[in-house]
């Protein structure tokens, strides 16, 4: 079996945990899923401080990466563009 990498970021001021575990046959594709966290920082931050009004197609596939690789729960689009804002590649 291959190694497990394992990356997780948390933001302080909301109930959960983004955590991501994967192994290297699957290693590629989690890597575009963490590129396209990175390039959607300024979607999130024009998404937060217009308080949800201003909806990026970065931040929009950012949602989708983790919403479909992490157990985010219930997490509102705006806990999600906080942790997008603080998500550092490891």
Same mark, same amino acid.
């Given at each position: 079996?291959?190694?497990?990498?394992?990356?997780?970021?948390?933001?302080?001021?909301?109930?959960?945990?983004?955590?991501?575990?994967?192994?290297?046959?699957?290693?590629g594709?989690?890597k575009?899923?963490?590129?396209?966290?990175?390039?959607? @920082?300024n979607?999130?931050?024009?998404?937060? &401080? #217009? !308080?949800?009004?201003?909806?990026? =197609?970065? /931040?929009?596939?950012? +949602?989708?990466?983790? @919403?479909?690789?992490?157990?985010?729960g219930? &997490? #509102? !689009?705006?806990?999600?563009?906080? =942790?997008? /804002?603080?998500?550092? +590649?490891?």
């Open positions: 079996m291959g190694a497990v990498v394992s990356a997780t970021f948390v933001v302080t001021f909301s109930p959960f945990t983004l955590t991501q575990e994967i192994d290297e046959s699957t290693q594709s989690h575009g899923g963490d590129q396209k966290i990175l390039a959607a @920082r979607d999130a931050a024009a998404f937060v &401080a #217009s !308080d949800g009004y201003i909806r990026g =197609a970065s /931040l929009e596939a950012a +949602f989708e990466v983790l @919403r479909t690789q992490n157990q985010v219930t &997490a #509102s !689009d705006i806990e999600l563009a906080q =942790a997008v /804002l603080i998500y550092e +590649f490891r």
